[in-house]
């Protein structure tokens, strides 16, 4: 496994067939069993995000550090860390001795992180829907799919969804953008 200095990146997201993320800086769907697989899977670790992702999630989320890249941002709130860029990302991991972090949005920080993330977790819904962002599915080019775990429908899911875990064997340390 390898690992930015001692910090394991994953990414997570939720996607939809066409690899739909959202819509008007929301989720397109109402996925309750993802949501608290979200909640358990990054519960006390820290989450990179960027600045939009951030302002969707609508709150800081409990027991967990907020980690977001910006160039725009202006922090008024000593819990959370805003970075302006992947350097200023790194020397924060490394001086704070991280050792785990998630990946969770947008569209455009997935594509410059997923070199640099040994696993990624990608709840695939089992549908099509209106979106205005998008996951490129090239991020999982040279991934191994090494598990997936069906999920149906059902009241509070209105998709099928498969919850799968790829590893990349080619992964990137993040000095290397420094």
Known sequence: MNKLLSCELTLIAACGLRGELGLNNQLPWHQETDLRFFAHTTQNSVLIMGRRTFESLGKKLPGRTHCILSKQMVNHDPELIILA????????VSQNNIKKAFVIGGAQLYHQLAPYCSSILITHIHGIVKADTFLNFNILWDCELTQAHFAPA???NQFNMTFAKYSNPYVKDLKDIV
């Not at 860029?85 to 924060?92: P, T, V």
Request: avoid cysteine.
């Open 154 to 156: 059902d009241q509070k």
């Open 85 to 92: 860029d992947l350097n200023m990302l790194y020397e924060w």
